[in-house]
């Protein structure tokens, strides 16, 4: 027997052009048919992710992909639980993940979601470490990067959701790390938690140029620089590389925030590639995707063993999602923010 249940959405109404904040939303409630097609399943969900990544999607001008649709539920990727079935595959009561975005309710196919087992693993990891961020540390890393024991790899964003990955694949790998964060806090948590070789406060430096002189002057070169922010770590990055350097993309938060579409400077360094005859690639998560089963061969034992340690902050509120958003670029904490909302 079907019901409508009320669904809280949150929808993505106004495209930001500095930071993102309530206003480029609206909260809306939707009458939502509990009534199932074959193979749907009505999900309860518990958790919900925010990314820097959806700070791309929200640009004027086509990125990997068109931008994010205005009027329409905030895309994310989500944790949440079966209350109805018409599925002989997923039951009343799985744990599953899927892309359903800021809503508290959904509908969809069994072929959307990705059934997790509770009993091996906390559930908010299918966010992080065994999900999204997990893919593109390890596949950018070991896939593009390439790392071979003895390397150095300079990580910038270390104490985020994939930098924080970044390094201890790097160290796993049999890497030097030097990684780069906001603050010292950050810093030590880098140095005595995830056991990175260096750690550099890049905000101690009021422009590149003084960053590269403290690199020359510590003899400190990239042989893989991982890079998630962009801005004056990389330029400070290039005329530091070995030779034969491995350069990945893989964000650029330091433009996310009103320099989307206008980016206020072009390269500057690109004579050092050729100096040193490096590479530039960038990744995406989403071209790894059907490759998942081979990271998590790896790094779920490890996982386990509590070999790899999966840091994250999870914080309470359907209500301030647009604020938690907003908060991936100043926050504190380091590793992967969750919201949970129920």
């Not at 995830?194 to 430096?205: E, G, P, S, T």
């Not at 330029?235 to 330091?254: E, F, H, V, W, Y």
Request: net charge neutral; proline share 3%.
């Amino acid at each position: 027997m079907s019901e409508i249940i009320k669904n809280q959405q949150w929808i993505y109404t106004k495209r930001p052009t500095a930071e993102v904040s309530n206003e480029h939303y609206k909260c809306a409630t939707q009458n939502l048919s509990t009534e199932l097609a074959h193979n749907e399943v009505l999900l309860e969900i518990h958790y919900v992710s925010v990314d820097p990544y959806m700070r791309i999607q929200q640009a004027q001008q086509q990125s990997w992909e068109a931008p994010h649709p205005l009027n329409s539920v905030q895309q994310a990727g989500t944790v949440g639980k079966v209350i109805k079935s018409n599925s002989d595959d997923i039951s009343v009561g799985d744990w599953v993940s899927a892309y359903t975005g800021w809503q508290q309710y959904a509908v969809v196919h069994h072929s959307e979601i990705n059934k997790l087992d509770a009993q091996q693993a906390d559930v908010t990891s299918a966010l992080g470490i065994l999900g999204m961020p997990g893919r593109t540390a390890w596949f950018g890393l070991m896939d593009a990067g390439k790392p071979k024991p003895g390397d150095t790899v300079f990580v910038s964003g270390a104490s985020g959701a994939v930098g924080s990955l970044v390094v201890q694949f790097a160290k796993k790998a049999g890497c030097k790390v030097v990684a780069f964060a906001s603050s010292d806090e950050k810093c030590q948590w880098l140095i005595n938690a995830l056991k990175a070789d260096v750690a550099i406060n890049y905000r101690d430096f009021s422009d590149y140029q003084s960053l590269n002189r403290y690199l020359q002057k510590q003899n400190v070169k990239a042989d893989i620089y991982f890079d998630n922010v962009g801005g004056l770590i990389t330029d400070a990055t290039m005329p530091n590389l070995n030779l034969r350097a491995r350069i990945i993309i893989c964000g650029q938060m330091s433009q996310y925030n009103g320099q989307l579409d206008e980016v206020s400077q072009g390269p500057r360094f690109l004579q050092h590639m050729l100096y040193q005859r490096a590479t530039i690639q960038g990744i995406l998560a989403r071209d790894y995707t059907h490759r998942m089963d081979e990271m998590i061969t790896v790094v779920a034992p490890w996982l386990q063993a509590g070999e790899i340690i999966y840091d994250h902050s999870i914080v309470e509120g359907f209500d301030l999602l647009p604020e938690h958003l907003a908060s991936l670029f100043t926050r504190k904490s380091h590793g992967k923010l969750v919201v949970k909302i129920r």
